[in-house]
């Protein structure tokens, strides 16, 4: 800290390899965040509870599986599919529970009961576990092939970033191809409409929130494997930050919150490695009224009029 | 038949809750000894309890749709029975002085704990009556309501640990500040749609909080700021006991003039144009109301409000850090607004009441306090989104006994 920031080649791909990494979970879950907007223009405030949810079933299976002898790939792979799986059913429980009976009242009302979903589930989480921060395994194997790049890009980091590329992929193709996924779209467009032509707005509406919590759960493994420990309010601040990177991206958006997340993680990257550290969450909330004054649209978002 | 189908239903729900809950209700994992716990008696809890409610759940919601029926027609006739025991001059004359008697006995009847308690609880009073304005009036989703609340407490412990500025000199200068940040904060922002105001006030709360949290020159970091002086009268000094009591009656004189001040704006121009703007946007920038103008007063008055109670709860605890000044806060003071009724002046001092005062007297609540505020916001919204107290509503209407005006439900 006394010598001051560095400001040689490796330090700065460092920092752009860990911004990328950040900035790759951030979209993971902002994915979450805009599918929902999209659909029926709710910020999911429970949405980070999701993943931090995703993130303690993964840690309680993977804990449970090791101390019955389990060890190496077997473990992340039962670990991530039981935490998606849950993080799934969550998200599908807390839709059917808190928005789906206020689907026709005013716009405060579900985002004021979204805000008490969030507050719920993090008490459930603090009651029900523990308030303290718990160690949380590494359950990412160590490529060898990456030893060499260690000192800037671990195994670790180039999992989480390949992770975020095929399941983007993935969604794209689902949101592109597949029969529900064109319900999804027609559902964004204009609900009334498609429900006129026969779409199932309400099982849509579910889909959504399923398959945005499962990316938020494995948003949530990968997380918890980098950083190494979690907490029951972890969900709060990342929710708050991928937020931002949907809005960044232009809400609504698919590739839009994969590029706000990738922005957001350089962003907080450079400039807690070139400014100060002890400002870290401060970059992204700022970062975040900027967008929301020059361009609430977000960078690939199309400024909506409103309709009467 | 369907009594069955019913209790097939809620067996699936119970089973599902119970899947649903086994990983972070039932298994602990104690990472340091190597141990796991099950907690099966938990499972067998959600199981029975999720069943039973289930069947609580439907009904209200079955009832929740018959009640929508006559509304919509609009024949609302019968008042509830509080109100109308209330609107009779008999009952509610004797019951206003009872209460205003109580409020002055107080503390000659408490001891000075139990009066530390009321004043807490009348200072939410008053950040609820202050959050109202903006969520209440105006309809605009303020989430970071505890900045404001910050920055009044920190100008007064700031201002008096340096130059050492007493209370009253302070208390306005508090409120300024805080409508000034309100109207820094409000004025790029309210040109935006609702929800995007919610999560950028939240940003908004987090930086003042991580400000305070990590500017250790100016603000004394985590460690806070202690030997705040507490509210002077005319110089005279006063032992602890007193200073406890008059600062009580200083919060009951505060609250009465904050309920004046929220009564006449309701009524105003300016309230008015609240009220519609919070019902539809777009039909009252066609009636020539300036939106951003209109939303910006709220935003402001509602900040002057939380930087006056700032100062206040400095002056009173004597001691504030950044730890004050949490999310929780400002979802606690939202709570509040949310469950005693939005724009309803006597529901927000309900509601103050009861979320500050029960997890102070059962002891065995306070554990799950968040947690019941988190559950109250989603079924008061589901449920009965109007709050406790419901708002009423002036409706004039046009009939054969011509002119008159008489009070409906919203």
């Known amino acids: 800290m006394s010598s001051g920031p560095r400001f040689d080649m490796d330090y700065f791909l460092e920092l752009a390899i860990g911004g990328l990494t950040r900035g790759s979970i951030y979209a993971l879950i902002a994915l979450g965040y805009t599918m929902v907007y999209g659909i029926i223009e709710l910020i999911n405030f429970a949405h980070g509870e999701i993943y931090m949810i995703g993130a303690f079933t993964a840690l309680i299976v993977a804990s449970v599986l090791t101390m019955n002898g389990m060890t190496g790939v077997s473990v992340l792979i039962l670990a991530s599919v039981v935490a998606v799986l849950y993080a799934a059913a969550y998200g599908f429980t807390v839709e059917k529970i808190a928005y789906k009976p206020l689907r026709q009242a005013p716009r405060l009302s579900p985002l004021i009961s979204a805000i008490g979903m969030s507050i719920f589930l993090q008490n459930y989480v603090l009651i029900a576990q523990t308030s303290d921060f718990l160690p949380f395994p590494n359950l990412l194997p160590v490529l060898p092939f990456m030893e060499p790049y260690s000192h800037i890009m671990g195994s670790t980091e180039l999992i989480i970033v390949l992770t975020t590329a095929l399941a983007t992929a993935a969604l794209t193709f689902f949101i592109k191809f597949t029969k529900l996924g064109k319900a999804m779209r027609a559902t964004a467009q204009d609900r009334h409409m498609a429900m006129l032509v026969g779409v199932n707005v309400n099982r849509v509406i579910s889909n959504t929130f399923i398959v945005g919590s499962a990316l938020a759960a494995i948003g949530g493994v990968l997380i918890a494997s980098h950083i190494g420990r979690i907490n029951f309010s972890i969900g709060f601040i990342t929710g708050i930050k991928a937020f931002t990177a949907a809005v960044l991206g232009g809400i609504g958006s698919i590739p839009g919150a994969v590029l706000g997340g990738l922005v957001l993680g350089w962003t907080e990257s450079f400039a807690t490695g070139y400014v100060s550290s002890d400002y870290e969450d401060v970059f992204a909330f700022c970062l975040l009224v900027l967008i929301l004054i020059f361009r609430p649209a977000g960078i690939l978002g199309r400024s909506s009029v409103q309709k009467v | ?410």
């Open chain 2, 1 to 410: 038949m369907k009594a069955s189908a019913e209790f097939i239903k809620s067996f699936f729900i119970s089973l599902w809750f119970m899947l649903l809950t086994f990983p972070i209700l039932v298994i602990r994992v104690n990472t340091i000894e190597k141990v796991v716990e099950w907690r099966w008696r938990n499972m067998a809890f959600i199981g029975i309890g999720s069943f039973l409610l289930s069947f609580v759940w439907r009904w209200l919601l079955s009832r929740k749709e018959k009640g929508r029926q006559p509304a919509e027609t609009g024949n609302v006739e019968t008042l509830p029975l509080g109100r109308r025991l209330l609107a009779e001059p008999r009952i509610y004359r004797p019951a206003l002085t009872a209460l205003a008697l109580f409020t002055i006995a107080f503390p000659l009847l408490f001891s000075s704990y139990q009066t530390n308690i009321m004043t807490t609880a009348l200072i939410y009073v008053m950040l609820g009556l202050g959050l109202n304005i903006v969520v209440g009036l105006a309809g605009l989703l303020d989430l970071g309501y505890v900045a404001f609340y910050a920055v009044g407490a920190y100008s007064y412990a700031l201002l008096n640990h340096h130059f050492g500025l007493g209370f009253w000199a302070i208390l306005p200068v508090g409120g300024l500040l805080g409508a000034l940040f309100g109207i820094l904060l409000g004025f790029p922002v309210l040109r935006l749609r609702g929800d995007y105001l919610a999560i950028v006030t939240l940003g908004f709360g987090e930086i003042i909080r991580l400000i305070l949290e990590n500017w250790n020159a100016f603000s004394f970091g985590p460690s806070g700021i202690a030997n705040i002086s507490r509210p002077g009268l005319f110089g005279i000094s006063m032992t602890l006991n007193e200073a406890t009591i008059y600062i009580y009656y200083l919060m009951v004189a505060l609250c009465l003039f904050t309920i004046f001040v929220v009564n006449r704006l309701q009524d105003s121009r300016i309230g008015r144009a609240w009220i519609a703007l919070r019902e539809d946007e777009v039909a009252c920038q066609a009636m020539g109301i300036d939106k951003t103008r209109t939303k910006l007063t709220a935003f402001a008055l509602g900040a002057t409000w939380a930087g006056m109670v700032g100062v206040i709860f400095a002056a009173k605890t004597t001691f504030i850090n950044p730890a004050c000044f949490t999310f929780m806060e400002s979802a606690m003071i939202l709570s509040i607004v949310v469950l005693g009724g939005m724009g309803s002046i006597a529901g927000v001092i309900l509601g103050a009441l009861i979320l500050i005062l029960t997890p102070e007297y059962l002891r065995a609540f306070s554990a799950y306090r968040m947690l019941l505020f988190g559950t109250a916001m989603v079924l008061m919204m589901v449920f009965r989104p109007q709050g406790i107290v419901t708002n009423i509503r002036r409706v004039y209407r046009y009939g054969t006994k011509g002119k008159e005006s008489r009070p409906a439900q919203a």
